[in-house]
């Protein structure tokens, strides 16, 4: 997950639902990715996506410890936010974790709906997944 082009979702189309970061408004995950909503050993709630855009991380110097694994920050391609992590190493006893997954903290995104920017808030069919506190 380097630095990549940029991507934009096709805001024309009413149906497609998107998260947004907080800061820039920068696109960076569709709902339909929203995999589960996942809460690590440390307490921090966050949304796991399948796909991620504009967004990067820098591994080899940004690696560190979130409960029992060890992540990388990610940040916002557009302003340098911090939005979430992706895992490195996982600890294998965790039955949610799992290498290269992405985490990002839907209190730094917002969700864009048409033409509505509202709160960030987690796909109701997803929620009761993998939340183990
Ligand atoms: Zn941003």
Known sequence: MGKSFHVEFDVSDPSLRFYVC????????LTQDFSLNYT???????????????????????????????????YCNKCE?????????????????????????????QERNGNQIEEAVEPITNTATGNRQ
């Open 22 to 29: 907080c800061i820039c408004q920068n696109h960076v995950a």
């Open 40 to 74: 690590p050993a440390t307490g921090v709630t966050g949304g796991v996506f399948d796909k991620v855009v504009n967004v990067h991380v820098n591994e080899a110097e940004q690696q560190r410890q979130l409960g029992l694994h060890t992540v990388a920050d990610v």
């Open 81 to 109: 936010n911090l939005l979430g992590w992706k895992f490195i190493e996982v600890f294998e006893e965790d039955p949610v974790a799992r290498k290269d997954m992405v985490m990002l903290q839907m209190g730094k995104l």
